[in-house]
C-alpha cells in the first residue's frame, strides 16, 4: 500500500497546453485542402436562390425579343408587338380614340405588322400621331363654330375602319402572297398610297377648318362657310399636300416604298382628294344618299389613292418596258 502511494504520487499529470496540442493536432487527419469556410464568405440563402430566378427572367426577355424580331413577321410577333407599343403609348391613344377605337386600332395594328413589320406600323404611327394632332388644332374655335369632329376629335371604331378599310385589304393580299411575289410591292404601295391620302384629306379639313380664310365649294367655286362638306381653302390644300408628302417620304425612309413610288402617292392622294370633295358636294348628306356617311365618303376617299396609285404603277412599268 505505502508502495503504491509512492508510485502514484511520482506521476505527473500533462500540462494543460499539451492537451490543447494534442486537440489541435487531430485535425491533420483533414485533407491539406479541405477549408471551412469564414462565416464572412458564406453567401446568403436568399442570393443563391435569387439567381435561378434572374436567368429565368433573362432567358424570357431574350425569347421576347426573338419573337418581336421575327423575320418575316408571324401572328405571335405581331400580337406581343402591338400589345407592347400600345401599353407604352397609351396616352397618345387615348387622347386620339375611344374605347371601341383603341380596339380596333390594335386589330388593324396587327394586321399591320404581320404584314408590312415594324415599318409599315412606324407609318401608320406617324399617321395616327399627325392627324390626332391636326384634329385638335384649335378646338375650341371649331366648337364654336360647330365643325369641330365628335367627342373632342376622339375616333370610334368607325372612323379607325373607314381610314384604314383599303390598308387593311393590301395587308391582306400581302400576307396571302396574291398575285405571286412580284405582286407584294404592289400591294406594299397601295398601303401607303391609302394613309397618305388619308392623311391628307384629315390635316386639308382640320387645318382648312382652322386657318382658312376662304373656303369654295369645289363643284361651284361658291364661297361657302367653314365646314361645308365638299368646300376647300387655299390653306387646307397646301397643308394637305404637306402631309401627303412628309408619310410618304416617312414610307420611302422605312423602305416601304422607293422615291418613284413615293412621287406616285403623293399625286394619286391629291387626285383621291379632289375626287372626295365632290362626291362630298354633290351627293353627300343629300336625299337618297343618307347611307353616305363621313366613314363612308373615307372609305371610297382611301380605296381611289390605293387603286390609282397601284395603276399609275402599272402604266409607269409598262412604259418602262417599253
Known amino acids: 500500500m505505502a508502495l503504491s502511494t509512492h508510485l502514484l504520487l511520482h506521476i505527473k499529470a500533462p500540462p494543460v497546453p499539451s492537451l490543447l496540442k494534442s486537440h489541435r493536432s487531430s485535425s491533420s487527419i483533414l485533407p491539406r485542402n479541405f477549408l471551412i469556410p469564414s462565416p464572412c464568405h458564406r453567401k446568403p440563402i436568399k442570393e443563391i436562390m435569387m439567381k435561378p430566378q434572374a436567368a429565368s427572367v433573362q432567358s424570357a426577355v431574350s425569347e421576347v425579343m426573338s419573337l418581336i424580331q421575327s423575320s418575316p413577321p408571324t401572328w405571335q410577333s405581331a400580337i406581343l408587338s402591338n400589345l407592347l407599343i400600345f401599353l407604352l403609348g397609351s396616352p397618345i391613344l387615348v387622347s386620339g380614340l375611344s374605347v371601341s377605337g383603341i380596339a380596333a386600332a390594335f386589330l388593324l395594328g396587327t394586321l399591320t405588322w404581320r404584314a408590312f413589320g415594324s415599318s409599315g406600323f412606324l407609318l401608320v404611327a406617324t399617321y395616327f400621331v399627325i392627324g390626332t394632332a391636326v384634329t385638335k388644332v384649335r378646338m375650341a374655335q371649331k366648337e364654336a363654330e360647330g365643325v369641330a369632329e365628335k367627342r373632342k376629335g376622339r375616333r370610334g371604331p368607325g372612323s379607325v375602319i373607314g381610314s384604314s378599310a383599303a390598308g387593311c385589304i393590301c395587308a391582306f393580299l400581302a400576307i396571302f402572297g396574291a398575285g405571286g411575289i412580284g405582286y407584294s410591292r404592289l400591294w406594299q404601295l397601295g398601303f401607303v ?128 418596258r417599253m
Open 193 to 320: 398610297a391609302s394613309f397618305c391620302t388619308k392623311l391628307s384629306d384629315t390635316v386639308s379639313s382640320e387645318i382648312g377648318k382652322a386657318y382658312g380664310k376662304t373656303t369654295y365649294l369645289v363643284t361651284t367655286l361658291k364661297v361657302v362657310p367653314r365646314g361645308t362638306e365638299g368646300a376647300v381653302s387655299v390653306e387646307g390644300t397646301f397643308a394637305g399636300l404637306l402631309a401627303a408628302i412628309l408619310l410618304a417620304f416617312v414610307g420611302g425612309l422605312m423602305g416601304e416604298i422607293t422615291a418613284p413610288e413615293a412621287i406616285i402617292c403623293v399625286i394619286a392622294s391629291q387626285i383621291a382628294n379632289f375626287g372626295e370633295s365632290i362626291i362630298g358636294a354633290a351627293l353627300q348628306d343629300k336625299e337618297g344618299f343618307r347611307w353616305l356617311n363621313n366613314d363612308a365618303v373615307n372609305v371610297i376617299n382611301i380605296s381611289m389613292g390605293s387603286i390609282l396609285a397601284v395603276f399609275m404603277q402599272q402604266v409607269l412599268l409598262q412604259n418602262l
